[in-house]
């Protein structure tokens, strides 16, 4: 009877953890087919911070030149969203891997690498979008090539409280770090729209790697996703919290094991949509930032959501209700820049 008794204790308690399990797993997101919206390079894209406009930046394939784009996020429910674009303005400036992220207020900041260099500097660009305007509409710059200090690929990413999170590889003697900063815009509204680095006039570095990609949002919480080696297809992430001059980060955690230039965006809710590339296909995963263990991510399984041969360095971006990724993809050859794709989906 006392066997028995433990058979049927032992019978619940593994019921227990199969449904704590079960109510941990994640689904993937249904992708729409991607549709191609202009032809390009190292594009990015952020939707305005809880809004519905949207910027994306890419360099020239032919001229390594800058060019943006504005459009707008069209709601089309119960089924998601539209986007449509504006023309391709070109900013007339060299570059490599520029970045954008844009407040609420509509102010758009890159930060990127000037052209070939021997020692990759890094700096950034502050403009203004008419978040009441259409969405073919030029930025207004007013601040251009603010030089900070050294590195290369860089990402950054901004809340609604207008917390700057930046995250890019160190460059000048410290190559394979990876390197984070913290700031936000001094004082707009009186005309001064330099960045105040909340973490001082140096960077910290957080752990080693290539191609980081960071996402911040109004808790407070990060989410960090790297690539471990340019020659590795490992991908880590980072969980953390965000203090006043700071980034607490967790332990640098495996995640996949074959891939590359990884991107990740975070809602409020702290789900976490996911892009990297496999084999040269675009693919994609949720995950939820686990409540108990600060951490873990519950991850789902990750699906192809590409339709070309050659798919690379994606881009991705969260307005809490939608979400939108761009990437560069062809069918002819790796090495050969094709057309910049972009789909939109329904964060569930």
């Not at 429910?77 to 391709?88: A, L, Q």
């Not at 758009?108 to 990759?120: A, C, D, F, T, W």
């Not at 957080?206 to 020659?231: F, K, L």
Request: aromatic share 12%; charged share 20%.
């Amino acid at each position: 009877m006392k066997r028995q008794l433990y058979l049927y204790f032992g019978m619940i308690v593994a019921s227990i953890c199969l449904l704590g399990t079960m109510a941990t797993a994640q689904e993937p997101l249904e992708w729409p087919r991607a549709k191609s919206f202009d032809t390009g390079e190292q594009t990015s894209v952020a939707i305005v911070r809880n809004g519905l406009y949207i910027v994306e930046f890419h360099r020239s394939e032919n001229t390594s030149r800058m060019w943006y784009h504005v459009g707008r996020l069209i709601e089309l429910w119960p089924t998601g969203y539209s986007v449509r674009w504006g023309k391709s303005h070109d900013v007339e400036v060299k570059a490599e891997w520029p970045s954008v992220a844009v407040t609420k207020e509509g102010y758009v900041i890159i930060v990127n690498s000037p052209y070939r260099q021997v020692v990759n500097q890094i700096e950034y660009w502050i403009g203004k979008i008419n978040i009441g305007g259409g969405e073919d509409q030029n930025i207004q710059w007013y601040l251009k090539q603010q030089n900070f200090g050294y590195g290369f690929h860089p990402s950054v990413a901004v809340n609604s409280s207008g917390k700057i999170a930046l995250a890019y590889e160190c460059r000048n003697g410290c190559k394979g770090e990876l390197d984070y900063r913290l700031g936000h815009l001094n004082n707009p509204s009186a005309g001064r729209f330099d960045i105040v680095w909340d973490t001082g006039k140096d960077a910290v570095p957080y752990d080693r790697g290539v191609n980081p990609h960071i996402a911040i949002n109004d808790s407070g919480q990060v989410i960090e996703s790297h690539q471990t080696a340019a020659n590795e297809h490992l991908l880590h992430y980072r969980r953390g919290t965000l203090n006043a001059d700071s980034i607490t980060f967790q332990e640098s955690v495996r995640y996949e094991n074959d891939g590359t230039q990884p991107a990740v965006a975070l809602t409020n809710t702290g789900k976490i949509i996911e892009l990297h590339v496999q084999n040269y296909a675009m693919f994609s995963r949720t995950g939820n930032l686990n409540v108990s263990d600060p951490a873990r991510v519950d991850w789902s399984n990750s699906i192809n959501i590409g339709h070309m041969r050659y798919n690379y360095y994606p881009a991705i971006t969260t307005n809490d209700k939608g979400v939108v990724a761009t990437w560069t993809a062809g069918d002819s050859t790796w090495k050969t820049s094709g057309t910049l794709q972009y789909t939109d989906t329904l964060v569930k």
